[in-house]
């Protein structure tokens, strides 16, 4: 695609204009939370009428990565649950729209027999939050340093005031153009400065350097398409909280996680933590299975 500096500047201001109004738009941390009564009904529901489940099946175990990543970040998490026996599925996230994001993973999920534990990191809580929604298969959801939306809501208005994506946008993202975008749509890579000190706190530089290399991008458009019903609302639901993350501050997580009633385990790492912290998120996984199997 060939654009001229001048319409690419046009652009790219109002693309930042764009994101500045959207990550101002947080949302407010005294939203109301779903009724538990109401939770608790509807996972019985969803239990009772699905005749696949067994008590002491091993469910298949599928992880979803985020933006700015792709399924290797799951590697040390995934060969860990494989030693202990699981089937884990790695599928890839496109990364082009919320809703389509959800629809790849929920057609993916309909490919698997038995009962499910769906796993997911940072954008990827979105997505499994509204592709798990009405799937009696799926008895666990756990979110690791996640997003965990209510219906209506937008992703990058969550992260929260003092998160990383507050900043001015020109000064967090690379803005780059792709084949049949819709106007005014673009890829968002994560700056280098902004990769290896807010998204890759912990990790060692070398490390830290591969992975900003094959950063996987974000359309624009994805960070503000509203949800959907949330599947947290009666699926029961685990939540690995970073402390040290810049990038869903840990007060924004607190706010989800609790919202959607899950349980909370806190871990010192930043965003990354299935890559700092693999053993303790690979506990939550399996606290999970064990929970509701």
Request: charged share 15%.
């Amino acid at each position: 695609m060939n654009i001229t500096s001048k319409t690419r500047g046009r652009r790219l201001l109002t693309v930042a204009g764009f994101l500045a109004v959207l990550v101002a738009a947080a949302a407010p941390a005294s939203a109301a939370p779903q009724q538990k009564a109401a939770q608790t009904s509807s996972t019985a529901a969803a239990v009772a009428t699905d005749q696949s489940h067994k008590p002491g099946t091993k469910p298949t175990l599928v992880l979803v990565h985020g933006a700015w990543a792709d399924g290797s970040g799951w590697s040390k998490v995934t060969r860990r649950l494989q030693n202990d026996g699981f089937t884990v599925r790695v599928p890839p996230n496109p990364l082009r729209s919320l809703p389509g994001d959800a629809a790849t993973i929920r057609d993916f999920l309909s490919t698997l027999s038995g009962p499910i534990v769906l796993v997911a990191h940072s954008y990827g809580g979105a997505v499994i939050t509204n592709a798990a929604t009405g799937n009696p298969n799926v008895k666990a959801l756990v979110y690791v340093d996640a997003f965990a939306p209510a219906e209506g809501e937008i992703i990058l208005a969550l992260a929260g005031a003092d998160s990383a994506l507050a900043a001015d946008p020109t000064t967090v993202f690379d803005f780059v153009p792709y084949p049949g975008a819709p106007p005014g749509d673009v890829d968002l890579y994560l700056k280098h400065n902004v990769f290896l000190t807010s998204f890759a706190t912990g990790v060692p530089r070398p490390e830290a350097e591969l992975l900003y290399a094959s950063q996987r991008p974000l359309t624009l458009s994805s960070g503000s398409q509203p949800s959907g019903p949330p599947a947290w609302a009666t699926i029961p639901s685990w939540y690995v909280l970073g402390t040290q993350d810049a990038i869903i501050t840990p007060t924004a997580q607190q706010f989800m996680a609790e919202r959607a009633h899950a349980e909370i385990t806190r871990v010192k790492a930043g965003h990354l933590s299935m890559i700092t912290q693999p053993q303790q998120v690979t506990a939550v996984i399996e606290q999970a299975v064990r929970a509701t199997n």
